[in-house]
């Protein structure tokens, strides 16, 4: 690794820092700006007021914000961000339990996204102003522009319900769920325990959530692509490539998608954050347990803890694949200056 | 080439960040608490037999839209946590299944009451043993009753006053027997006892100063649970010490729902045997027209209600606040916005319960509603505008249109104009206690099965939780007297006094009674449904 | 009209001509763009009717809606094109049928269906069943004269087993989209629709813009400190999943129709900055603005005249898919339950009404809002991809 990489990461790696302490920050000022007393949200209806002020004083709500910003701050960089409010559990755990759903839904998803936008974005570029291309055009924008859980239910209703072929809810078949988890991806786990069963079990369920997010963020993607390969298929070198023979399918798929990778690949990273929030809809739809659908119920509970730390999850999440994404885009070029 | 192998790095990468932020694992099956070593042992023996017992019957799956909070039976006040915990663990007195409030003697067996119906003599059940060996007896019994306050302190007060609040305390009399004193001669003690907070832990399991929120070892019931994933699924495997009845299949599993619409295709597609809360009016017309899908339903306890300010002009004038119940349609609001899941409610305790007295039945009348808001100055002239607030998912997503009936109706008389006001759930209880709102939309499930249940916590002052405000000490003083009333005929009559003036007060309008919908696949028989909305896993066979 | 592919530099030629030649109206070049442009033409112009169609819609709702869009007009759930009740009566009684005297006569008709709303127009003699066989067998019977019955249920009524005869079809008004759950227009709630969807988009599309626009071009311009903090803060912004966000503020700020408008545009203020503020550094190097700043111009004047027309292009693409978005966003609000009151009709939120009832078969109340809330969006997407195809030519007609 050159100097220049190894300075650029770490400036990276820095910038980042201020950069979620900002969006941390946001977070907890919006969430203590929200109307809607916590302890009114969690106890029962008939509670008293010296209940509610006994649940507020065990909770930290009744010291000054600055001091529980401070409190949450301190305790953030030490990784501790106490206790949920709605659950007599460390946020931590909670967050440990849901997260891997997610990002095993966020993985096949963005499969389905980058197989999708690939295949289809260079072939548009390939055949540009052929039937095919509007076609696929088209196609991409109709399913970028459809609700996500209209299609989802339509999924449920036609491939779960009617058909059979596939279940219409949950990451596992009743019962399945593995005593011990290592990663707490069902599908990673079940290869490195050897678990065919499992495997099957798991994939069958992420078949239709993955299918429905992949192909509403791959509606977005294929278009993406498909202007960063006429952009790459303009150059010079590919009209040198051509002029020495090279095939148009190798010209496309080797040459242009390699040199396109570089946007696509950051543009799959800034797809991400769309990922995750893409998610929290079709978390609901198919009673995915993850932490999109945990987030938005404990925001109506007013749980500011587990809130705060799983957003704040979220965005490290982002920040680092976008990060990841850079120090690839230094690797593979060399000439980027910063 | 370099494609792939950019591909692999960066699969590699993303996977090698998983592991890491997802390192530690978490052990999925019991958390069996903190004081014992050996509870896990027995807790794996269990697994092990579940497993064998298991391969050789499907277990039964039921589903559910409701979610889970804590294990720790002192604290909980929720549905679906009292639900759970009802499965593994009995009380001194258990509610009988599908009666209405009637309770049986379970850890109990039996029990005397002083004459001056204060004091309650339990005399335990011998030979019964906690699923990890524990012997159970007066000790055990103490322990969980006298935690309660304790754990209240802790986690604050929330389901604690179930005892706390009607009880002056607790002694052990000998190894089998305990006796607890009331703070008044109740006469709905037997259905307290049967309450959650009131159920037997284990004292080798639960602790007496630490809350047993994750805490899966539950007490003594026809279940134990096997193994449970938040927001995933619970096991229920049953418990081979059982002293009563076996549960009819041996495996229960429970799968968590977030949309009402998922659970009712799961059932179509055989993924679930039964679809449990809640289902909205969709699923339900969907699943009565299906094949090979039985649909049943009961009057249940929930009532639906509308709260007025009574501080709040011009709603703390009577005429007002009865004219404007006046104006409603009952029927209408159940077929239209409720689509038949609720029926129309006549007064706050629903039919049924002792003493009901349907007071609003008959009032619902135009004309005469505007007769009477006439004589408060509310006319065509000078009309009534108000604010009718709801919260649009805490009841159900059919709020929304329960508010759009309701304003339909009130303006139709032309007397009043109605602006439609929503907050979420934490927002508007919030409000509500401010008494921000002065006409909102409320629901109540009742603690305990009784009358007092319906009326007390509402109208008597200083009725501050609801935001009503209500103070009339005439209703004081009938409901006080009710509460004690010995004699039931007399309490009878009192209770149809309360209801008649009820209806000159309108404090709070009865609107609707909710139904209990269970929804089953073919094979699935003995399913019980009970007012209080428990349900009896145990009960339930498969083919 | 030329070959593509082929005389293309004649065509260019020629046509660099036309377009550009005196005397030809704006017409004239709209038109002569379809050749130029080919299909990317065809997609804008497509987009912009839709647009120009829901506009119309937008503004002339009043007139255009047949019903109030808030009014239980009709039964609920009947199924597109349905409504209309057929006149029964006795095959005996089948020839006088006086139409005019209808009044005095008592009415059999199926609870909760369209019927009883159609009869309750005509008299107040109505009695109830509950189904179509016992009404049925009343009319049989004799308990009653008439009966309405859907028309859409002829082929179930079992006329020759009760000797039956239908004598007048078409009764009532039939909907041409059905009705919603509550027995509200959904021809209504769509017009009614389009004014609080536009709305909701066009101004939250009009807040970010302006808010992302002026911070992208006051970034981009004077670099440095500002710069960075700017920069860090929108990649903050950026990194938040969008619908928490608009949750967060929709709690925040409670309901109604601007707060939910400036809910969702808050996401999308880091696009519109970080487009503005790439294309700012790009032309801020450019010779021609050098060459502004040394004859003493102003820096706001370099702003606004130089860079921001150059600007232009990338924001109205990131405008229309903005919007797009928006609309989306605001459905997604709907769903979860934090979108509008019910009675500001709203496609969002008869959308996710729509979805509790998909599955008991009343399809038309989520497809109808669903193909519409894809169709705007698709509109404005298809219009911000092809004028980015049209006013960004580096792409040329090979």
Redesign the interface.
Known sequence: MSDRLRKYILVRLLLTIPMLLILVSIVFVVLRVLPGDPALAILREGASEEQLDAFRASMGLDKTIPEQYVEFLSGAIRLDFGESMTRDRLVIDEIKTFFPATVELALYSMVVVAGMGIISGAYAAKNRKSPADYTIRVASIVLYSIPIFWLGIMFQMYFGAQLGWLPVFGRLTSGNVPEVSITGLYTIDALITGDFDLFIDAIKHLVLPAMTLGLVLGGAFARLTRANMLVVLEQDFITAGRARGITERALVYRHGLRNAFIPIITILGLQFAALLAGAILTETTFSWPGLGRLVVDRIFDRDFTTVQASILFFAIVVAGINLLVDILYGFIEPRIRY | ???NK?FS??AL???A???L?????????SDTGSTSDTSSDTADTA?DSADDV?AEEA?L?IGTTD?W??F?SAWV?SFHDWELFHQCADGLLNSVAGGAGEVYEALAESYEVSADGTEYTFHLREGVVFPDGTAFNADAVMFSLDRIATIA???????DFLYTAYTSGAEKIDDMTVKVTFADAFAFAPQLVATNPWKILNPNQYSADA?G??NTSCGIGPYVID?F?????A?FVANESYYGDAPAES?V?I????????????L?????DIAWKSL???????LE?AEGVTVETQGGTEIRYLVFNSTTPPFDNPDVRLGLAMLLDRQEIA???W?GIKVPLYSMVPPGFLGHNPAYEGTEDVEAAKALLATAGIDEANPLVMDLWYS??HYG?TE??V???L??QLEASGVVQVS????????????G?AGEMPVNLLG?YPDYLDSDNYLN?FAHSPAS??GSFYDNPDMDALLDAQASAQDEGERIALLGDVQDLWVTESPFVPIGQGSLFVAYNDGISNVVLDPLALFHYFLIEKE | MSKKGNNSIDTKEELNTTLSEEGIGLLGRFLRGRIWYGAEWYFAVAGATVLIAILLMTLFAPVLAPYDPNGFVAAPFIPPGGGHQLLIVRDSDANNVNIDSLDQQVFGVIRNKNGDKVARELTDSITRYGDLDALALALAAGEVDFAFVDELDESMIPLSVNNLTIVVRGMGTSFPLGTDNLGRDMVSRVIWGARTVMSVALLSALFSSTVGITLGLISGFMSGLVDRVLSLTMDSLYSFPGLLLAIAMVAMLGPGMINVAVAVSVIYIPTFFRVVRGQVLTIKEELYVDAARSLGAKSSSILLEYILPNVIPSIVVVFSINIADAILTEAGLSFIGLGLPPDIPDWGYDLSKGHSFLVAGHWWLITVPGVLITLVSLSFSMLGESLSEILNPRLSDQ
Do not use: H
């Open positions: 080439m370099k494609k950019l790095l960066l990468l993303m996977i960040s998983m592991v932020v997802a390192c530690g694992g978490s052990d999925t099956t697994d298991a277990p799956i979610s909070s804590s720790e006040y302190e802790i986690e604050g007060a929330n389901a809350a929120t994750t193994s994933s938040e927001g995933e699924e096991v495996t599993i799968r968590y729902f977030a949309d009402s619409s998922t659970m009712a295709l799961a179509q597609s055989g993924e679930i909205a009016p969709g699923d339900l017309t969907a027209g077929d239209l916005a689509q649009p998912t997503d929304p249109d508010a759009a009936v304003k339909e439609l006001q929503f907050l979420e759930w934490a927002a508007y209880r919030d409000a206690r109540w916590p939780w609801s």
